[in-house]
Nanobody, 122 residues
Framework: EVQLVESGGGLVQAGGSLRLSCTSS????????VGWFRQAPGKERVEVSQ???????YYADSVKGRFIITSDAAKNAVYLQMNSLKPEDTAVYYC????????????????WGQGTQVTVSS
């Protein structure tokens, strides 16, 4: 069974909003750092936002002030509220989690979701 699942992607007009969800199956997010990453065609996957193992939140400069990351422990869910979307936000968005460090990154992630497509039209 897939242990991380993203949902909420879709097609939206520039300036619109979407909320992505990342849910876990088979384990609890308690004690994990959980983050969102995105990859546009032909580009490297980059970090967008995360909730550290200490509960602190972090944002890439490209999304700061527009995106908000939240969590719901009871639902084992992490959300990414994306506002004021721009065409350059178009990408496949992935969530990832690790219990091995305060922060999750490409090298230490223990779990990855399958990705959800976000397309922002002009």
């Amino acid at each position: 069974e897939v242990q991380l699942v993203e949902s909420g992607g879709g097609l939206v007009q520039a300036g619109g909003s979407l909320r992505l969800s990342c849910t876990s199956s088979g384990f609890s997010f308690a004690g994990y750092a959980v983050g969102w990453f995105r990859q546009a065609p032909g580009k490297e996957r980059v970090e967008v936002s995360q909730i550290g193992r200490d509960g602190g939140t972090y944002y890439a400069d490209s999304v700061k002030g527009r995106f908000i990351i939240t969590s719901d422990a009871a639902k084992n869910a992490v959300y990414l509220q994306m506002n004021s979307l721009k065409p350059e936000d178009t990408a496949v968005y992935y969530c990832a989690a690790t219990s091995s460090n305060w922060y999750v990154d490409e090298s230490n992630a223990e779990y990855w979701g399958q990705g959800t497509q976000v397309t922002v039209s002009s």
